[in-house]
T-cell receptor, first 113, second 111 residues
Framework: GAGVSQSPSNKVTEKGKDVELRCDPI?????LYWYRQSLGQGLEFLIY????????KSGLPSDRFSAERTGGSVSTLTIQRTQQEDSAVYLC???????????FGPGTRLTVL | DQQVKQNSPSLSVQEGRISILNCDYT??????FLWYKKYPAEGPTFLIS?????DKNEDGRFTVFLNKSAKHLSLHIVPSQPGDSAVYFC??????????FGAGTTVTVRA
């Protein structure tokens, strides 16, 4: 069956521009997570969605970062006024419910020039 | 501040031998630990986990050991196979959904 998909796979942008990263979770999975991996670092938790509950945004590094999950399925991570330190691989994961195994997408490699 | 650390960025091992990957953590609230495996251009995939109530969990060629007093866990792969060449991430959670990951160890299995 289809796994978690993310688009684009690569994104190069100029400093100050806004970017949108998309995640399509596994169908039926109610929990969705965003992580990022900066060079030489482990994956860093960003945000978590569970059904219709308010998302846990505690991992977002600044107010330039926001995320939405429409209809309990597709999620979009938006970074406004990108900075060079935003360059990283952004990974999305989903699980059938909270606490279950998280299945990861291939990630979006973001490069801010 | 990284709460999960993998101090060896790379490991090279001969096919058929044992691979030992190490992971240290600082948060004493962590009670569930996982290892993920990642191939290039793919997302991490779950490999094996262990709860803090256990000190060993085995699944085929993979065994995870947990030493809570030392805040240390390790992954043993025996015997190592060429298909095991990948990046391995250690992760931990404190009874919730947030996973804290190490930076990963790249394993290369030589034929």
């Amino acid at each position: 069956g289809a796994g978690v998909s993310q688009s684009p796979s690569n994104k190069v942008t100029e400093k100050g521009k806004d970017v949108e990263l998309r995640c399509d979770p596994i169908s039926g999975h109610t929990a969705l997570y965003w992580y990022r991996q900066s060079l030489g670092q482990g994956l860093e938790f960003l945000i978590y969605f569970q059904g219709n509950s308010a998302p846990d945004k505690s991992g977002l590094p600044s107010d330039r970062f926001s995320a939405e999950r429409t209809g309990g399925s597709v999620s979009t991570l938006t970074i406004q006024r990108t900075q060079q330190e935003d360059s990283a691989v952004y990974l999305c994961a989903s699980s059938s419910r909270t606490g279950d195994e998280q299945f990861f997408g291939p990630g979006t490699r973001l490069t801010v020039l | 501040d990284q709460q999960v650390k993998q101090n060896s960025p790379s490991l090279s091992v001969q096919e058929g031998r044992i691979s030992i990957l190490n992971c240290d953590y600082t948060n004493s609230m962590f009670d569930y630990f996982l290892w993920y495996k990642k191939y290039p251009a793919e997302g991490p995939t779950f490999l094996i986990s262990i709860s803090s109530i256990k000190d060993k969990n085995e699944d085929g060629r993979f065994t995870v050991f947990l030493n809570k007093s030392a805040k240390h866990l390790s992954l043993h792969i025996v015997p190592s196979q060429p298909g095991d060449s990948a990046v391995y991430f250690c992760a931990a959670s404190a009874n919730d959904y947030k996973l804290s990951f190490g930076a990963g160890t790249t394993v290369t299995v030589r034929a």
